[in-house]
């Protein structure tokens, strides 16, 4: 990793070289791009959600295309926490970049036993805490619109591992800062916003669903706006580091989640349209900071000017 | 694998809806085998988002080719590109087809529709490989292919593979041409002739009910037979579970573990045309 000074970004006591991360469940576990990518110059890698046991995902087709957004379901599949020990991590770890870890699970238990699990490995900078998939039956989302739920299952967490927690919100909720501010009190360093929007699309020739699932997470630049939004309310209220995701294609599209109140960002569904989008932003952001004459990104975060 | 900005050195009409289209991509070109596929970008704009996937339909001298369908938007802005203009390619993807090199077996092809494209790679790929087998020796049966088309009009390629030396069977779903009915009912009638059954290697892309037949077949008379398989597809390169078709252990990922499968490798009951949508997104 180059060492950037204009770029570092300390967040939750994970120190990032630069505010470009790849966001959870785009990204695998790293190996397939870096065929393609160096993937030493991101900021950090959220990796694909681990489960306690394998999950085989859902029923086919888990894609289907909106305008501008890709809804999908792919319903968590990832072979279970041991066969993540055994054949994902030793490649994460030789990495030169930070590695967060996403977890997710159907109830607390799940969640406590996954953080004991990775808790002796070296090489995890953080867990990335899911309780936004809005793809799966048991957990999922549903633990992520509960206040109650959240501040439990988060304060539970952190009392059996030491690693810092960055805690994946739901947009699909009324109150996102209600539920960002029990993640908080139960002791979350960190929040990632946001997941996906749940939704769904109909193939009118045939009047079935386009999804296997029926159901999906709507990501894409079809969700900036509301991912931005919910980034602002929260960076307002609450006073918790924000790792802003939902959208991001371009430099300005990070500018706006960092404007917003974002610490870093993460790209998502971009990497698959163009993977060289994490190293485009970041390049971009360096530029921008030239461009207005600012020294460090980090004085950018949270300074829309609303008046 | 690579990604780049491919140049565009031709973009024509072959029949209605389909379309060749010649790309600038040495490296790609070069690393290129049959079965693999490229992911395209077909407009820098966000709608359509997402790449789409094609199979490659020649790779030589610094170009690759590629035949398709007009079926959504994202294949119509592609098809409305010019010469000279660039396009962000992804590739080569996906494993390909496994050539049994020793052709002992008569090469049998099954194309249905746009699903052609492919398998001309691998006919000009096997052909090269026969001539060089028969200079050393005896005796080697002429690949067959079989194309299956709406009708007369919509047939692809029959000359091209005429030109490789191919033999050619055309199926045609109204009889205006050849066999009336599928390239799957005429293929099914070759195993009416004795020795044909146990002596045959099969190749096969088209719509998923197709393979789905030729692959019942290929339990029944025990024949290989290698089908490359079509999905909606996310990353192209295996990292988001996107594009998967159920297999005999689980999942298996069109991109990465595929495009082309051993018949044997999917669960063909798991299997239903509603989990698979052939077209464009």
Aim: glycine share 12%.
């Amino acid at each position: 990793m180059k060492e950037d000074e204009s770029l570092r970004i300390e967040i939750g006591g994970i120190n990032f070289g630069n505010p470009v991360l790849v966001a959870g469940g785009t990204f695998g576990f790293g190996e397939e791009y870096s065929q393609l990518i160096d993937i030493n110059e991101l900021g950090g890698i959220v990796t694909k959600t681990v489960t306690m046991e394998p999950r085989e995902g859902n029923l086919p087709p888990r894609l289907a295309e909106t305008p501008c957004g890709l809804l999908n379901a792919i319903g968590l599949e990832n072979p279970g926490v041991e066969v993540f020990i055994k054949t994902k991590f030793p490649f994460l770890q030789k990495l030169n970049t930070r590695i967060i870890v996403s977890i997710g699970g159907e109830d607390e238990e799940d969640y406590f036993h996954l953080g004991q699990r990775l808790s002796h490995l070296e090489g995890i900078d953080g867990l990335e805490v899911n309780i936004s998939c809005p793809n799966v039956l048991k957990g999922g989302f549903i633990l992520g619109t509960k206040p109650k739920l959240v501040f439990s299952l988060v304060k539970g967490l952190k009392n059996v591992v030491d690693f810092p927690l960055i805690v994946k919100l739901t947009p699909n909720v009324t109150d996102i800062v209600e539920i960002a501010q029990a993640a908080k009190e139960g002791g979350a360093d960190a929040l990632s916003l946001i997941n996906t929007l749940w939704g769904m699309a109909i193939d009118v020739e045939t009047r079935k669903p386009k999804l296997g699932n029926i159901t999906g997470g709507l990501s894409g630049p079809a969700i900036k706006p509301v991912a931005v939004r919910m980034v602002w309310q929260v960076f307002q209220k609450v006073g918790l580091p924000i790792i802003g995701m939902g959208g991001i294609m371009s430099t300005e599209d990070a500018l706006e989640f960092i404007l917003a109140g974002a610490s870093a960002i993460a790209i998502g569904t971009a990497n698959f349209v163009d993977p060289q989008t994490p190293f485009k932003v970041k390049e971009g952001i360096r530029e921008y900071l030239n461009k207005k004459g600012i020294g460090n990104f980090r004085e950018l975060i949270g300074t829309i000017n609303i008046n | 694998m690579h990604q780049i900005k491919a140049k565009i050195l031709y973009n024509q009409k072959v029949i209605e809806k389909c379309y060749k289209i010649s790309l600038h991509a040495p490296e790609v070109a070069q690393e290129s085998y049959p079965g693999q596929f490229v992911h395209i970008r077909c407009t820098e704009g966000y709608n359509p988002l997402m790449r789409r996937p094609f199979s490659i339909y020649k790779a030589d001298k610094g170009k690759i080719e590629i035949l398709y369908k007009v079926v959504g938007k994202g294949t119509h802005l592609l098809s409305s590109k010019r010469i000279g203009e660039k396009v962000d390619i992804l590739g080569p993807l996906g494993r390909g087809f496994k050539i049994n090199s020793s052709l002992v077996r008569r090469v049998v092809l099954v194309a249905g529709g746009i699903g052609i494209a492919p398998l001309y790679f691998l006919a000009s790929k096997l052909m090269k490989i026969l001539e060089k087998k028969q200079k050393e020796k005896n005796f080697i049966p002429l690949p067959l292919i079989i194309i299956g088309a709406e009708n007369e009009k919509k047939i692809l390629e029959e000359e091209a593979f005429k030109a490789l030396m191919v033999e050619v069977k055309i199926a045609t779903d109204d009889g205006s041409k050849g066999f009336k009915g599928k390239a799957t009912d005429f293929f099914a009638s070759l195993f009416l002739i004795p020795k044909f059954l146990s002596s045959v290697d099969v190749y096969a892309c088209g719509p998923l009910l197709m393979l789905k037949k030729i692959a019942n077949l290929s339990y029944k008379y025990g024949f290989p037979c290698q089908l490359s398989l079509e999905q909606k597809m996310g990353c192209g390169i295996g990292a988001c579970l996107g594009c998967v078709v159920k297999g005999r252990n689980g999942y298996l990922r069109v991109c990465k573990d595929g495009p082309v499968f051993d018949a044997r490798e999917i669960d063909w009951n798991g299997v239903r045309s509603s989990n698979f949508t052939q077209r464009d997104f």
